[in-house]
């Protein structure tokens, strides 16, 4: 054995020269007196920079027990040793973990003379630690708050561990039953043999395990993962992950109900629709007949109120079918291009005779700078000024209704901003949000002195935010009231055409029109429309019957129903289109007492013309009558 002869000295010279650790000499008070080349690689020192040093310099400030405390602690105790885990503060600003040793040295009479510390750094695995304590944690909170149960288990079926949603999944305590049970009790043994032989390389083993049973024995219904638990590349067990699928099942449920809940709503409210408007269609167009007749002042007065009495039951229904296709998201805005002047004069000329029965007084006022032609949805811009004014007309006893558009700004869009004014009874401020509610009006006693269903306001909200618009009131409550909406300001250039404010042609040929209807009094009143025009009408109370008229004889325009026995009117028209020559087309307005989302389109689709909902006014047929002649002129 070779021997190396290296006295003491020469070696603690070398040790510390060259020992891979940090070494310092303190004296008594902690002061640093010299360091190795290590313990200067450490903290990035050299030694004459930290000559005559405290340590605690170079510590961290933060640490909860401060190192020179326990290091003069040694003084005066029976411990001569101190090792402690410690961080500390490099040159350039990083930290250092580093696990410090320390021991005292005395004279012979116990006196301390020096300290020898030693430093390794263990800041890599710290920082490992640190990882693991994170990802324990990470596992620890996964598992802990989870809302699935997730079970751990072992290659031999039996359970390791499981989270709090196992338990009350399965009714079993985690701690004192279901760890080290096994778990075919929860799932069945050929799917535990299953797992353990299959899962790792055929995922569908866990697509078949759809229930557990419970402690009370129970099967519950669940949605299962299978995930391995791999430790140094060795598969040591799984996690089963359950989904209880019974909540999942309610909300389904609830789902289709409320789904067919909204489609028997829409059922009812076509049939309410249709059941309505067509006793509505008698009364008002038997009533625009009479009118029209040699009458005394005093009957043609009563026949003005019962239609006015069908009017305001119209339009409850109009109101009702606007809100609940608003609501099931079924209204859609048709843009177009308008003049916004004549819109604000049109709705102020409707509302304008009841206004002057109350002997009120109408203005209306544009800024400059508001576009003449704008580009929107120009009729339902109408619905909600007519809904506005005709509230302040109701509740306005005297003075005036004002109509003010200007400009407005939103965030970075332009938007127009409407204002109506009034000098009515006002509203509570404490009232200005719930009037906006469907069926709201602001008290009992405005229920009884007011007529209307409360239903004008929210539908006015409603449009303006489909538009993309704000509407909101003011109101002390006692000197009247002003509604302001925003309307999106899109400028449009209109063409110049003749529309249909300019009239219709009065003087039109008589067409040959025939009428298929099967209602009776609808059939009566329609009739004696279009024979008050000057045309020569013939009627038929089904499709099969109007199939066979048109066989027979030529016709320029049929009023067809839609709901008819023997042959509806959507089936009577694809009929008509097929086996009718080109020349001998008519033109086929659908005459129907439904006013739901996709009436139109179904009628269009089977080939008619034009959709016309129930009363049928004169302005209607009009248009239809022009739309022929203008054919017959090409």
Known sequence: MHRVNLDKPTLNSQVFEFASFGIALMDHKGLILSVNPAFERMFGYQQHEMDGKHLAEFTYPEEPLPLMNQILGLI?????????????????????????SVRLFSDDQGAPMYYIAQMIDISKQKESEQRLQESVERYTSLKKYNHD??????????????????????????STELIGMELANLIGPSHVYRILTESLHDSSVEQEIDTLVTK?????????????????????????????????????????????????????????????????????????????????????????????????????????????????????????????????????????????????????????????????????????????????????????????????????????????????IGIPPDKLKVIFEPFSQIDSFMMKRHEGTGLGLSI??????????????????????????????????????????????????????????DHEINRLVLSKMVEKMGHRVSVATNGQEALQALTR????????????????????TQEIRKSIPEDRQPYIVAVTANALKGDREHCLEAGMNEYISKPVSRDAIQKALQFVKQKHLM
């Open 76 to 100: 005066g105790s029976t411990e001569t040793e101190l090792q402690v885990e410690k961080r500390f503060i490099h040159r350039n600003g990083h930290l250092i973990w580093g696990l410090f």
């Open 149 to 174: 149960a997730v079970v751990s288990f072992d290659l031999k079926g039996n359970i390791i561990n499981a989270n709090i949603m196992a338990e009350k999944l399965t009714g079993y305590n985690v």
């Open 216 to 424: 009370e024995g129970h099967f519950v219904e669940v949605l299962t993962s299978i995930a391995p638990i791999f430790v140094n590349e060795q598969n040591i067990g799984f996690y089963m992950i359950c989904k209880d699928m019974s909540e999942q099942k309610q909300l389904i449920m609830a789902k289709e109900t409320a789904e067919a809940t909204n489609k028997a709503k829409s059922e009812f409210l076509a049939m309410m629709s249709h059941e309505i408007r067509t006793p509505m269609n008698g009364v008002i167009g038997m009533t625009d007949i009479l009118l029209d007749s040699d009458l005394e002042e005093e009957h043609k007065e009563y026949l003005r109120i019962i239609r006015q009495s069908g009017e305001s039951l119209l339009s409850i229904i109009n109101n009702i079918l606007d809100l609940s296709k608003i609501e099931a998201g079924k209204s859609e805005l048709h843009e177009q291009i308008f003049d916004v002047q004549r819109i604000v004069k049109e709705c102020l000329s409707i509302v304008s005779a009841k206004a002057e029965v109350k002997k009120l007084r109408l203005s209306y006022s544009i800024q400059h700078d508001v576009p003449e032609h704008l580009l929107g949805d120009a009729d339902r811009l109408k619905q909600v000024l007519l809904n506005l004014l005709g509230n302040a007309v109701k509740f306005t006893g005297s003075g005036e209704i004002s109509v003010a558009v200007s400009k407005a700004r939103r965030g970075d869009d332009d938007m127009l901003l409407f204002t109506v004014a009034d000098t009515g």
């Open 460 to 517: 006015c909200q409603r449009i303006v935010e489909m538009m993309g618009g704000q509407i909101c009131a003011d109101s002390d409550g006692k000197s009247g009231s002003r509604f302001h909406f925003t309307f999106p300001l899109k400028e449009g250039k209109m063409k110049v055409a003749k529309t249909q404010e300019e009239g219709y042609d009065q003087d039109l040929e008589p067409a040959r029109i025939l009428i298929v209807e």
């Open 553 to 572: 004889h030529p016709y320029d325009i049929v009023f067809m129903d839609i709901h008819m026995p023997v042959m509806d009117g959507l089936t009577a």
